[in-house]
């Protein structure tokens, strides 16, 4: 298993190559423990990327030359190719793989793997959907995009509350309590907007709102609005749309805006019309819409930049994951809910219940008394995260010699994407309710996962 380490000062590695001082590399054992005995690097434990195709270690030094910066945003595995145009990965639970430049063709695809893209944007990993048992084509240009596995990994952040009084240059900091390491946020003040419009031009078919964002320093959110037209087509108003809309509620008003981290005297926009549109895009039929600076000293956007690795099975039961502190540095008010990535690797019983009848046993209605089913269907799924899947399994009841109870959990399909750890729902055939209902609960485990990477080009 190799090593991770961060170099304090630069040195030769592997073959001559230039570790650089600063930046992240995962080495052979020998190698790591040698720089660390010399003060040259300090070590932040095994790798969580694991080959399974041969790899020379410290071959090739990572530059990304239009990606991610390593201090922002660490990546598994920085700083080592596989030496193959046909790649068999192997990602522990937060392990991650970029992928070298060239036209790659992503195959067996495990159901916890993702292919990520950077957002310049952003400044953050996001996911690209991919299909399941089929392939998908891309090109990286050797920093935009990796294969990640981030199954039991720190995986979403909801329900956001603004606050106020914090500052932009010194936003508050959220530090997470869990994971192997720990995932890492950050958090953006002010740079929202709101939508005015000061004519409403004229417009048949829906028209689109597109936005110059190219003053913008990152990290950014572009704004999400559309449209609202009356019945002539005059456009009357704006509405904040998409999943970085975030509403703010005091007393009897509501405010609602989108985007964060903009400079609003650097941005503006346009109505696009639609190619049906039957009116001349000219004079006083184009809309004039204007963006107004909003959510000053409020929180308005949370990014994961580090998934970090796996949770763990982090307790029974339902409901956000919530070791977390926030130091709000001068602020207050903000608040947010942690969701992880988690996936149900196996069931165990708290408690059996009680049946009228055991499995196999015949049933006054006639036919045998089947398997309970076993529906792992009260956590949030969200396909940002993850393409999700519901864990379901089946189990046993018996007799004990006291009662007839369930003895035995079977997983049958494994979940992925549950935003909230899960609570197993248990249905039994309507002769065979419980007098006493069997309590299931969830385990949630770090493991490896699969795809295959071949270059196309």
């Known amino acids: 298993m190799p090593t991770t380490v961060r170099m304090i000062t630069s040195a030769f590695g592997a073959n001559g190559t230039l570790l650089q001082a600063g930046q992240q590399y995962d080495l052979e054992d020998s190698l790591a423990d040698r720089l660390v005995s010399e003060n040259k690097a300090i070590r932040l434990g095994p790798s969580r990327f694991v080959p399974s195709v041969p790899v020379m270690w410290g071959n090739e030094e990572q530059t990304a030359l239009a990606g991610p910066n390593d201090s922002l945003y660490p990546v598994p595995g920085g700083g080592i190719r596989a030496a193959s145009d046909f790649n068999r990965l192997t990602l522990l639970s937060g392990g991650a793989y970029l992928v070298p430049a060239g036209a790659w063709s992503l195959q067996d695809i495990g159901p916890y793997i993702q292919l990520q893209q950077w957002d310049a944007q952003r400044l953050v990993w996001r996911n690209r959907q991919l299909q399941r048992g089929g392939t998908y084509q891309f090109t990286s240009n050797g920093a935009s995009h990796r294969v990640v596995n981030t199954g039991n990994c720190l995986g979403g952040v909801t329900a956001i509350v603004g606050g106020s009084g914090y500052s932009a240059s010194n936003p508050p900091t959220i530090t997470v309590g869990i994971g192997n390491p720990p995932g890492k946020l950050r958090c953006t003040v002010g740079g929202a907007v709101t939508m005015l419009v000061d004519a409403g031009g004229l417009y048949s078919h829906q028209p689109t709102i597109e936005w110059d964002v190219s003053q913008q320093t990152p990290p950014f959110r572009t704004p999400q609005f559309c449209v609202n037209r009356d019945e002539s087509g005059v456009i009357t108003s704006c509405t ?29 926009c346009r109505v696009v019309r639609h190619p049906d549109d039957i009116y001349p895009d000219t004079g006083s039929n184009v809309a004039q819409l204007r963006p107004v600076a909003a959510a000053a000293g409020k929180v308005t956007a949370v990014e994961i930049i580090d998934y970090g690795g796996a949770v763990g099975n982090i307790g029974f039961g339902g409901g956000f994951f919530g070791n977390f502190t926030i130091n709000h540095n001068g ?127």
């Open 240 to 268: 904040a749309t998409g999943n970085d809309q975030i509403t703010a509620q005091s007393g009897l008003w509501t405010e609602i805006w989108t985007g964060a981290g903009l400079d609003v005297h650097k941005l503006s």
């Open 331 to 457: 602020g207050s008010g903000f608040t947010c809910a942690l969701a992880g990535n988690f996936f149900v690797s196996s069931m165990v019983i708290v408690s059996g219940g009680t049946f009228p009848y055991a499995t196999g046993d015949i049933v006054p209605t006639g036919g045998a008394y089947g398997y309970p089913q076993l529906i792992c269907s009260s956590g949030v799924l969200d396909a940002e995260i993850s393409t999700p899947h519901i864990a379901t399994g089946f189990g046993t009841v018996t007799n004990n010699g006291v009662k007839n109870t369930l003895t035995s959990v079977q997983l049958d399909v494994d979940g992925i994407c549950y935003q909230t750890r899960p609570v197993v729902n248990v249905l039994m055939p309507s002769a065979a309710q419980p007098s006493e209902t069997p309590v299931v609960f969830p385990i949630f485990a770090e493991g490896n996962d699969y795809a295959t990477l071949v270059r196309l080009a």
